[in-house]
T-cell receptor
């Protein structure tokens, strides 16, 4: 069975500091991993995905994620946080079918 | 291209009623998926449609149903509403191919917030 864990409900970081939002996964077979962001009263916006290839994936708005197969992790990172990055972040794994299994979400707050 | 649109944005219904939500995917996208988002259960997959056929289904009761039209627009219906059906219902489209293994990202609409009283 597929599962995704986001161990932190809340992450606080000062503006300008690097940020990390953690995600670990458990899947049978090759993992297809995604990060989405949700702003208040909005749908989800795609940030980046890992399907195959380089372990470091670059995405929208300066975000990147590192796929680590041995640690079964796919942490989201950004070198310098902006106040506008404050939002709810979801890690997701795609199952064999075309549906996403989401983690519980991590609320990121960037403090000015 | 216009994004995924969902109508209505907000709905208030009472227990026992039924509701129909609508989703228009991005032009050219043939796959439409529906998700339910609640504070307690998070984001859960409802079903996916591709070329007017339900291709995948999540673990929801039969009160939840959907369909897709030839223009790829999709509707979902919830009958005999319960209080627990109050949620944000999100629709997503992707440019999946027939085989379903192109692993393209899904693009989400703004959602329909359903409140059941």
């Amino acid at each position: 069975a597929q599962s995704v864990a986001q161990p932190e409900d809340q992450v606080n970081v000062a503006e300008g500091n690097p940020l990390t939002v953690k995600c670990t996964y458990s899947v049978s077979g090759n993992p297809y991993l995604f990060w989405y962001v949700q702003y208040p009263n909005r749908g989800l916006q795609f940030l980046l995905k890992y399907i195959t290839g380089d372990n470091l994936v670059k995405g929208s708005y300066g975000f990147e994620a590192e796929f680590n197969k041995s640690q079964t992790s796919f942490h989201l990172k950004k070198p310098s946080a902006l106040v506008s990055d404050s939002a709810l972040y979801f890690c997701a794994v795609r199952t064999g079918a075309n549906n996403l299994f989401f983690g519980t979400g991590t609320r990121l707050t960037v403090i000015p | 291209k216009a994004g995924v649109t969902q109508t209505p944005r907000y709905l208030i219904k009472t227990r026992g009623q039924q509701v129909t939500l609508s989703c228009s995917p991005i032009s050219g996208h043939r796959s439409v998926s529906w998700y339910q988002q609640t504070p307690g259960q998070g984001l859960q997959f409802l079903f996916e449609y591709f070329s007017e056929t339900q291709r995948n289904k999540g673990n929801f009761p039969g009160r939840f149903s959907g369909r897709q039209f030839s223009n790829s627009r999709s509707e979902m219906n919830v009958s005999t509403l319960e209080l627990g059906d109050s949620a944000l219902y999100l629709c997503a489209s992707s440019s999946e191919k027939t085989s379903g293994n192109s692993y393209n990202e899904q693009f989400f609409g703004p959602g329909t917030r359903l409140t059941v009283l």
